[in-house]
T-cell receptor
Framework: GEQVEQLPSILRVQEGSSASINCTYE??????FPWYKQEPGENPKLIID?????ERKQTQGLIVLLDKKAKRFSLHITDTQPGDSAMYFC?????????????FGLGTTLQVQP | DTTVKQNPRYKLARVGKPVNLICSQT?????MYWYQKKPNQAPKLLLF???????READTFEKFQSSRPNNSFCSLYIGSAGLEYSAMYLC?????????????FGEGSKLTVL
């Protein structure tokens, strides 16, 4: 299978707190896991990604973790701000190795409340 | 310029009529993709071009056609629109295939079939 499950579908947090989004994938040969942020009326934009040779990656308040054994990866946003409010999609690249052939999760609507 | 442009942004079509959506990028990317996004569903890959080679997903093989007259342009063609084609269509491009190509998305073309 090539499904990617993403939870939660809606996440409400207070400004300044952290937010976590979790994804699981089925294909154990998946090797590339990007995260996209989509703001209303705009196109999805890559915010961070991780490859299968890593377990953790951090950039500008974003942390992604990858647990290949559990086939699970997650996005953690520290110190959330209202500008972080958006739809977030996780994705996994299956066995073909083509990072364009991404299998997306259903998305998480993050609402950061002031 | 890292933008991917899509035209039209909004398209209204009658059942049974053809629909042609256009995508362009000036990043000299050799791979261009079309995804379909319906409400409460994950973006679904329909097809992609690597250079001049078209790859269509098995379950959408007969429903969508595409052409890529040059490196910068890629179209998505629906010969006879049905109600089930109503969706957002996202074009994306990347440099190369394999685990190197970050996807850049366009803003989408919202198709409504009546």
């Amino acid at each position: 299978g090539e499904q990617v499950e993403q939870l939660p579908s809606i996440l409400r947090v207070q400004e300044g707190s952290s937010a976590s989004i979790n994804c699981t994938y089925e294909n154990s040969a998946s090797n590339y896991f990007p995260w996209y942020k989509q703001e209303p009326g705009e196109n999805p934009k890559l915010i961070i990604d991780i490859r299968s040779n890593m377990e953790r990656k951090q950039t500008q308040g974003l942390i992604v973790l990858l647990d290949k054994k559990a086939k699970r990866f997650s996005l953690h946003i520290t110190d959330t701000q209202p500008g972080d409010s958006a739809m977030y999609f996780c994705a996994a690249s299956p066995i073909t190795g083509n990072t364009g052939k991404l299998i997306f999760g259903l998305g998480t609507t993050l609402q950061v409340q002031p | 310029d890292t933008t991917v442009k899509q035209n039209p942004r909004y398209k209204l079509a009658r059942v049974g009529k053809p629909v042609n959506l256009i995508c362009s990028q000036t990043m000299n990317h050799d791979t261009m993709y079309w995804y379909q996004k319906k409400p409460n569903q994950a973006p679904k890959l329909l097809l992609f071009y690597y250079d001049k080679i078209l790859n269509r997903e098995a379950d959408t093989f007969e429903k969508f056609q595409s052409s890529r007259p040059n490196n910068s342009f890629c179209s998505l063609y629906i010969g006879s629109a049905g109600l089930e084609y109503s969706a957002m269509y996202l074009c994306a491009s990347s440099r190369g295939t394999g685990t190197t190509g970050q996807l850049y998305f366009g803003e989408g073309s919202k198709l409504t079939v009546l």
